[in-house]
């Protein structure tokens, strides 16, 4: 069984750029998550989608963070324009269903703002 | 609101030697309780999960961890290191059964 595939893995971007990342989860799993690892801290949930449609956006800068999940399947989560801070890893993960307990998650993209 | 603090951002330890992880955590309700492991340049692998019911859970490669309610613990053990169980390893909580909140991580070296 393929695992949570993420791409690009490393991203450099200038400051005030925008950049996307993309996840294709676990194939039948329907719920997708968005994580931010900042460096020396734990992942943060930015993003939960459950199908299509957002379970839980209450984490995610919406003035410059947005993402999507058409059909259902893969996702992209854009940054537009980028800080500083925004550098970190990002994670995504899918579980079969919300509350499912174990989520499994792509080796990340490591995106550097400078 | 739910936390998690794990004691420690470093653990180094002996090849051969016990491996203890800190962990203890805050939650108004009665959690679930989570153990990942995050190999380099790798996403991050549960080791195991507790779901209220034995307080005693084993994982995948000989890792246990117990909970103890009366404490807020849920420390993670593991009677002999292998240098292949050098990693970072991270605690997690959730109530809502879905939302992991997590840990800021350890960092476990195993020396030879």
């Known amino acids: 069984e393929a695992g949570v595939a993420q791409s690009p893995r490393y991203k450099i971007i200038e400051k005030r750029q925008s950049v996307a990342f993309w996840c294709n989860p676990i194939s039948g799993h329907a719920t997708l998550y968005w994580y931010q690892q900042i460096l020396g801290q734990g992942p943060k949930l930015l993003i939960q989608?459950?199908?299509?449609?957002?379970?839980?956006d209450s984490q995610l800068p919406k003035d410059r963070f947005s993402a999507e999940r058409l059909k259902g399947v893969d996702s992209t989560l854009k940054i537009q324009p980028a800080k500083l801070e925004d550098s970190a890893v990002y994670l995504c993960a899918s579980s079969l269903r919300a509350g499912e307990g174990e989520q499994y998650f792509g080796p990340g993209t490591r995106l550097t703002v400078t | 609101a739910q936390s998690v603090t794990q004691l420690g951002s470093h653990v180094s330890v002996s090849e051969g030697a016990l491996v203890l992880l800190r962990c203890n955590y805050s939650?108004?309700?009665?959690?679930?309780l989570f153990w990942y492991v995050q190999y380099p340049n790798q996403g991050l692998q549960l080791l195991l999960k507790?779901?209220?019911?034995?307080?005693l859970v084993k994982g995948i490669n000989g890792f246990e961890a117990e909970f103890k309610k009366s404490e807020t613990s849920f420390h993670l053990t593991k009677p002999s290191a292998h240098m292949s169980d050098a990693a970072e390893y991270f605690c997690?909580?959730?109530?809502?059964?879905?939302?992991?909140?997590f840990g800021s991580g350890t960092r476990l070296l195993v020396r030879p």
């Open positions: 507790y779901t209220s019911a034995a307080t």
């Open positions: 997690a909580v959730s109530v809502s059964s879905y939302k992991l909140i």
């Open positions: 989608f459950q199908n299509n449609g957002v379970v839980d």
């Open positions: 939650s108004s309700v009665p959690p679930y």
